[in-house]
């Protein structure tokens, strides 16, 4: 049996003079000090001092002289304990970095695929048939030329000007109008120009479309000479549908959204659990008030929250970053409504969430998560387009995703109140469906 294991408390409180008396008069070799732990000294000592026994802890710290740091381990035992018996908080400060690192490498660099964009084709003809069939069947690549899928999602439309409706409220990123005379002109050694209308609100999806149609152009256009003794050629002319709008603009409905569910998860969850912990809600109880009116209270002081701050982050982007909605006062009016609908929602999902902890600091680590998927999914920072399947189908079910497509809509592209319709059908079901899950959550865990 060894030394360490036997050494009384009382003992080890002097450690460091035993440590020397023991050195200098049984071993005065210096390099012989390890062999204090002869099993005869062990049984003298423990004869002694045999009612107390260390703890692992602190028989490593005596062994190796670091006695002087006992009470630093102590308290770092102690939270080590407490953080092994919270696995929430392991998995949010795992599964959060993780998250991060699995949306933003799919999404970032991933290729812009399944755009939709409308072709209106005036001109029936081999080459222009040619030209239809090889945008259908173009390839987009991620970086490193892997992942390849069909760029476009190409959607027939007889006018010019139903497919300008359909680009203003966001049902196409682009058009292709393929003229009337386009296979004459090039069968006869002259050339014709294709134009390309983009939805330029969404840059990058625009670039991607642009790209892709100028190369495919290019390719018609080299198997026209080929086949060919005549020098016709197309030509393709790109137009932004709307003004320049820098990414800056792209990213700010996101940027909105998200300071909704801060404030949800700040103002609105974080204080509800704290007055859970100070007995605030069980004072409720014994007052005339009714549960679902309790819930009402929390719902509307958190969205009347959300609306101060909303007001101050649009101020701010208008005046310091150089966003620029369109200066209509009633869509102006639409904007705000649509994220004061987004935040009663948000917040009555995070309601129904908190309710269900008793720790803040718990409740607080375990919606990291929770901001980084409605984020990232929702297209704030990248195209949808651009994400793989599952982020796809996440958003779907992500109601900020369609609080940024009505806001886009609404900020920039000046679309009809009617193209709204299923993003704000969405976020009233959403709303509502959440508005009930909080009553429910808040009567089950009271």
């Not at 014709?192 to 999806?205: A, E, H, K, W």
Request: overall charge positive; glycine content about 8%; some cysteine.
């Amino acid at each position: 049996m060894r030394l360490y294991t036997l050494l009384p408390r009382q003992l080890l409180n002097r450690t460091k003079s035993l440590r020397k008396t023991l050195a200098c008069g049984l071993f005065p070799c210096r390099c012989l000090r390890p062999l204090v732990t002869l099993s005869g000294v062990a049984n003298v000592l423990s004869s002694k001092y045999s009612s107390n026994s260390l703890r692992p802890t602190e028989i490593f710290l005596y062994s190796s002289g670091l006695d002087w740091m006992k009470g630093a381990f102590t308290v770092c035992e102690r939270d080590i304990r407490r953080y092994l018996k919270e696995p929430r908080i392991m998995l949010a400060t795992i599964g959060g970095p993780f998250l991060t690192l699995m949306m933003l490498g799919s999404a970032y660099g991933g290729a812009i695929t399944h755009v939709p964009v409308a072709v209106v084709r005036e001109s029936y003809g081999p080459y222009s048939g040619r030209l239809v069939d090889m945008l259908r069947h173009q390839q987009n690549c991620a970086y490193g030329g892997v992942n390849c899928q069909t760029s476009f999602r190409l959607i027939d439309v007889p006018s010019v000007d139903a497919a300008q409706d359909m680009l203003r409220e966001g049902r196409v990123k682009g058009i292709i109008h393929i003229p009337q005379g386009f296979d004459r002109s090039l069968g006869l050694d002259s050339n014709v120009t294709i134009t390309v209308t983009l939805d330029n609100t969404d840059p990058l999806s625009a670039a991607s479309i642009g790209t892709e149609v100028s190369q495919t152009n290019q390719q018609l256009s080299s198997k026209v000479q080929i086949s060919s003794p005549l020098n016709s050629r197309s030509n393709v002319d790109l137009e932004d549908a709307y003004r320049n709008v820098l990414y800056i603009e792209f990213m700010a409905p996101g940027t909105l959204c998200q300071s909704v569910m801060f404030v949800s998860i700040i103002a609105g969850g974080v204080q509800l659990v704290h007055d859970k912990e100070r007995g605030i809600i069980e004072g409720y109880l014994v007052t005339p008030l009714k549960q679902y009116e309790m819930v009402g209270g929390v719902l509307l002081s958190g969205t009347i929250k959300a609306l101060i701050s909303i007001l101050a982050l649009f101020t701010l982007a208008i005046v310091v970053a150089g966003i620029h909605p369109i200066p209509d006062p009633l869509r102006v009016i639409l904007t705000i409504f649509t994220l004061s609908f987004t935040a009663l929602g948000i917040i009555a999902m995070m309601t129904a969430y908190a309710v269900r902890f008793s720790s803040s600091d718990l409740y607080r680590v375990s919606c990291f998560p929770f901001n980084l998927i409605l984020y990232y999914t929702s297209g704030a920072v990248y195209p949808l387009d651009g994400f793989p399947w599952w982020m796809r189908q996440i958003s779907v079910i992500n109601p900020e995703a369609y609080a940024v497509h009505a806001l886009r809509l609404l900020m920039y592209k000046g679309s009809r109140l009617s193209s709204l319709a299923g993003d704000f059908t969405f976020l009233a079901i959403f709303t509502g469906l959440m508005m009930i899950l909080a009553v429910i959550s808040f009567r089950r865990a009271l």
